[in-house]
Every structure is written in structure tokens, then in C-alpha cells.
């Protein structure tokens, strides 16, 4: 069972920014993108966290669960909880012109869901 969680977070975050995000930077004007990542981003980081938590519990459940997938369900739960807890602040960097700080805090958000993906592939290859 608990490789479905794992698929399902490899899938989500590929829908997300190789699909849906690209598609609406062509597609929408910069205002209309602005308000439309703000509405879908914090729920892309809650869906991804709980395919973490769901990972968690389907180990737990397990007769055989191993390390590597604990630490990678944790990761998958945790990651995305901060990613979502800096919103805020890339929000605010954002509307307040601070090109650095967004960049910085857009950077770390993207290494960990990046953590998240690789993570979880590489538990599926397991």
C-alpha cells in the first residue's frame, strides 16, 4: 500500500509543475497567474504532505516496512509542511518588490519538493 502513496506523490508533483504550472504561465496574464498560484500552490504542498502521512500510516500497517521508506514518508509529509509555512513570506517578498528574498525562499521551496520527488522515486525503484 505504500507504494501507491509514493506514486501518487511522484505524480502529483510531476502534474503540477511539468503540466498545470507552464500551462498557466502561457495561458494567463500575470495578474490572473499571480491569483491563481496563490490558490492553487498552498493546496499542491497540503496534497503532497498528506500522500506523506498516508505513506506513514499504510508502514505502519506494513509487515515489512523498511528504514528508507519511513525517512522518505517523513520527508514527504515534512517538506512540503515548510514549503507551505514560507508562503507567507514569498508572498510578501513578492508584492513588496524583493527580488531576493523571493528567489531565495522560491529556491528552497523548489529543492524540497525536488528532495520530495527523487526521494520518492528512488523508494519506488526499492
Partial sequence: MYYYFAGMSVGII????SIIAP??????????FGRSIRTIWPKFFLLVAATGVGGMAA?????????????????????????????????RATDNGDDAAFKRLHIIS?????????????????
Avoid at 500551462?23 to 490572473?32: F, H, N, P
Avoid at 523548489?110 to 526499492?126: D, Y
Fill in 23 to 32: 500551462s498557466m504561465v502561457k495561458t494567463l496574464s500575470r495578474e490572473d
Fill in 59 to 91: 508502514l505502519f500497517a506494513s509487515a515489512t516496512p523498511t528504514t528508507m521508506h519511513f525517512g522518505t514518508a517523513a520527508c514527504t509529509a515534512l517538506f512540503p509542511l515548510a514549503c507551505y509555512a514560507i508562503i507567507p513570506a514569498t508572498n
Fill in 110 to 126: 523548489v529543492l524540497l519538493t525536488i528532495a520530495v520527488l527523487v526521494a520518492n522515486l528512488a523508494a519506488l525503484a526499492n
Fill in 14 to 17: 510531476i502534474l503540477q509543475t
